[in-house]
């Protein structure tokens, strides 16, 4: 198992921008940000793989970028005009094609709201 620690969230007005990170307690290999808005299943909303190939929702294609820096074992997520339904708690995680592998750490909440 690997623990991950999500960070960066919080209260942002429409339009504007945040940039979150995930530490990871070892080597990481493909890995994807999570999203949960209240009431909601769990999504899938970006991933990166190991040499870098990024895939996106398309919900959120062109507005968020997925990064990483292996040396670090760090996964960012840099998120541009959000929008009020980006609100959510964002999770990070490894993953197997788009399920995730290990537990989840807490989250980091995201809020988009004037």
């Known amino acids: 198992q690997v623990q991950f620690v999500e960070s960066g969230g919080g209260l942002v007005q429409p339009g504007g921008s945040l940039r979150l990170s995930c530490a990871a307690s070892r080597t990481i290999f493909s890995m994807g940000w999570f999203r949960q808005a209240p009431g909601k299943q769990r999504e899938l909303v970006a991933s990166?793989?190991?040499?870098?190939?990024?895939n996106y929702a398309d919900s959120v294609k062109g507005r968020f970028i997925i990064s990483r820096d292996n040396a670090k074992n760090t996964v960012y997520l840099q998120m541009d005009s959000l929008k009020p339904e980006d609100t959510a708690v964002y999770y990070c995680?490894?993953?197997?094609?788009?399920?995730?592998?290990?537990?989840w750490g807490q989250g980091t909440q995201v809020t988009v709201s004037s």
């Open positions: 990166i793989r190991p040499g870098g190939m990024s």
């Open positions: 995680n490894r993953i197997l094609g788009v399920v995730p592998l290990d537990s």
